[in-house]
């Protein structure tokens, strides 16, 4: 593979945080509060426990097969006609995921911002934007979301602070009104979406220079741990502030800038608020068009790795227009189907490969 | 080529004197500039020495230019033409060298040729196959001033003119050290023009040094009469309508430059100094900002930010938040905002188009009109962008206020360069903005953030400090941090790096 472009582990790392947190913390509160009530922030416990799991397998991969992406190693370990039957799902899912997110940002706009204007113009914009920008190279998106990350952050956390006049802690009780179930399926919820899918960067993680490689575990469990925090902190708030509504509304941190009043001055600041958050879906959606890009270019062997770029976003432009009839269609794709999804087709290939490595390692090492 | 330029070329001087005479009178055929003198000398004056110098370009005085050439010989006494000998002075001149400072021997023809044309005064000798070549270049030019583009209030007041070597003067005078090197070459084949670039060892990335030196090579062959020639000649986006490059004519900002391990280029002829890479961050700061105490200096800078997304936003923001998001204004504001614009025909976005419009071609007039004249345009400017638009409902008085502000605001920062890329960006984001709202000015922001990402200025990252991000060098970004921390770093950073690092 072509090995140009490299980002240290600080930068691979902000990426990461960035794929995991972008359009999670707008979207994953009202579906896991649904599910797990105030038991919440546990199922995110949970979920994260398991995505450290899943991140220490890829590190091992890659401690393992060093410069090779996710295809490489497969084929290495797997041989090529499995690779080509285990890639074929991992790749169909990725463009449905790349399609999910872009419909989620036109969902967003045609609920609150832009209601009367078509959902092509959206999804064709942000799609037009996330391939260029995928199409600029790891290089420039580690460097741009970087910045664009902390401007997210900054107003995450200016909202949960200005909407604190809002917060009544009791709501918080009773834990966990029915038990330890539907926290386990809050669990489920947050593990598909979105902590199996940091499978994903085990085709991105070659990227990090050589020499930068010792800092890259560290940084990578910290990027997790971030992104577990600051999901716990935005479930804690909206359900303090909304209470049993916290489920009905979607877009948790929008709604909450909605209640924002400063001296009739600052007030319903939820567009600007709502265009930063959007950033970070947008963030989200290029690294995954990356990455099916540069997976079906060396599923195919193809020469020039962005050839490919365009006419994947045409596709998912496409899909993203006709697949769903109802928002509520979509809404229950993602919070009942797609764990089944990434399970099969993000994290049953890796544990597979990993477990093959780590048999064969053992073999190896053996008399 | 010309065949005729590979006949004249690496063509020996002859040392029959009316040989010589001949090729240079069919050079210079036409060139009414050319002066050429012959003198006599010799026992009974039987010698005879052709002068040959551009009178336009030499000092005017009058000189005997032989006796000037025969004062060399310092050994003798100077005595009458009749009792120097042809044999004496060759020996001489052969043996000893030339011992005033700006005469030299020169052997090639049109090397003879070219000085010329430089200002240079030759002289032939009979039975002599050399010349002697006296610099006596005198061109009227501005004396050193005050800087007229870059004025401040404190510092040195200084700037440069269109003489190369004044210009270099005031820099190695500013910097002297061994370190400062300046290398120079001759650019193009009918200006020849001088151009100059210089750098501080040590202090410059010899990676960036390398790949300059690269570039410039191309610039050789064209012909150079500004410095933004070469811009455009070694930039790695023609297309983008950021500044990759930084031009100044103050003394001391090309001597910061050059200690913060920038290259720079000059060129005879003009006095724009332009220092590479230019990054993006570097075009907020001002020389004064370093002069200045440092609290308020910082506080400049961050109004300059300000107004940076003042002069690149306003209008787009205004269209956007009028007719898509008028609930982020308060109702009170709202309700007069509403009022005012009660009886224009236009929405926002043409109002807005118009009055920007209005304000670039007045501004344009401004700068291209002669002096005299100038003062009726900004009478003019104010009645027809100020009160009468108003009263003739084609802009309401808020869209004024944007207009001025976002002009005001473009005025303010420090680079004209960059503010000329912001009155490009305008436009596109105006018609995002109109179409789209909020979320088009975000895709607009997004592409151009994108954009600058990935622009790069002679091979560096343009966001430098921001993209790639370096928090440790964020001090002399947003703010400018006390000169006893700045100092280390990371200005002079390849100065203080150490061995390893």
Known sequence: ?367 | MKPDDTAEHNVLISSNLSDNQQRIAKVFANCIDIKYVVYRYGPELIHTALVVHCETLTQDKKLNYLKSALQDLTAHEVGAATAISPEEVINFFGQHGVSTHSADIIEQFDQAVKNVLNGYVVIFLDQWNKALSFHSLYVESRTVSESVNEPVVKGPHDSTVEDLKKNIGLLRARLKTSDFKIEMFIAGKKTNAEVAFGYLEEAVDPEMLAEFKRRIEKVKKEEILETSFIEELIEDSTYSPFPQYRYTERPDVAVAALLDGKIIVMVSGTPSVMICPGLFVEFFSSSEDYYQRTVFASLVRLMRLVAFFLALALPSIYIALSTFHPELIPTVLLLAIKDTREGIPFPAFVEALIMVFFFEILREAGIRLPRPVGSAVSIVGALVIGQAAIQAKIASPIMVIVVALTGIASFSLPQYTLTVALRTMQFPLMALAASLGGFGLMIGFLLTLLHLTCLRSLGQPYLSTLAPLRPKQLRDVFIRAPLKILLRSPRNRYLHKKPGE
């Open chain 1, 1 to 367: 593979m072509d090995k140009q472009e490299t980002v240290d582990s600080w930068q691979m790392a902000t990426l990461f945080l960035a794929f995991m947190t972008g359009s999670a913390i707008v979207n994953i509160p009202a579906p896991l509060t649904a599910a797990a009530g105030n038991g919440a922030w546990l199922s995110l416990i949970i979920a994260n426990g398991a995505g450290m799991l899943l991140l220490a397998c890829i590190l091992y991969l890659r401690r393992r097969y060093p410069g090779m992406t996710m295809i490489d190693y497969s084929r290495k370990v797997l041989g090529n006609g499995m690779t080509v039957l285990l890639a074929f799902p991992f790749v169909l899912t990725v463009i449905l995921m790349f399609s999910y997110i872009v419909l989620d940002i036109g969902g967003f706009f045609a609920s609150s911002l832009l209601i009367q204007t078509p959902s092509y113009a959206v999804h064709s914009l942000i799609i037009l934007t996330a391939a260029l920008t995928a199409r600029a190279g790891i290089e420039a998106m580690a460097r741009m979301f970087i910045l664009l990350l902390y401007s997210m952050y900054f107003f995450i956390f200016l909202v949960l602070m200005l909407v604190q006049p809002y917060f009544h802690p009791e709501y918080l009780l009773p834990a966990f009104p029915q038990g330890m179930k539907p926290v386990i399926h809050g669990a489920y919820i947050a593990f598909g979406f979105p902590y199996a899918e940091l499978i994903l960067f085990a085709m991105v993680l070659p990227f990090v220079r050589k020499s930068d490689d010792n800092r890259l575990g560290k940084y990578m469990f910290s990027a997790l741990l971030v992104n577990g925090l600051s999901l716990i902190l935005v479930v804690i708030c909206s359900i303090m502030v909304k209470g049993p509504l916290a489920s009905e509304l979607k877009f948790s941190v929008f709604q909450l800038a909605r209640l924002i009043t400063v001296q009739d001055v600052i007030e319903r600041v939820e567009s600007i608020v709502g265009i930063s958050l959007i950033v970070g879906s947008y963030m989200k959606a290029t690294i995954t068009l990356f990455v099916v890009n540069l997976a079906l270019s060396q599923l195919l062997k193809l020469q020039d790795n962005r050839i490919l770029m365009f006419p994947l976003a045409l596709v998912s432009l496409l899909l993203t227009l006709v697949m769903f009839d109802y928002e509520a269609e979509f809404t229950e794709k993602v919070t009942a189907v797609w764990p089944l999804i990434t399970a099969v087709a993000f994290v049953f290939p890796i544990l597979l490969i990993t477990l093959v490595t780590v048999i064969k390692g053992k073999g190896g090492n053996g008399p």
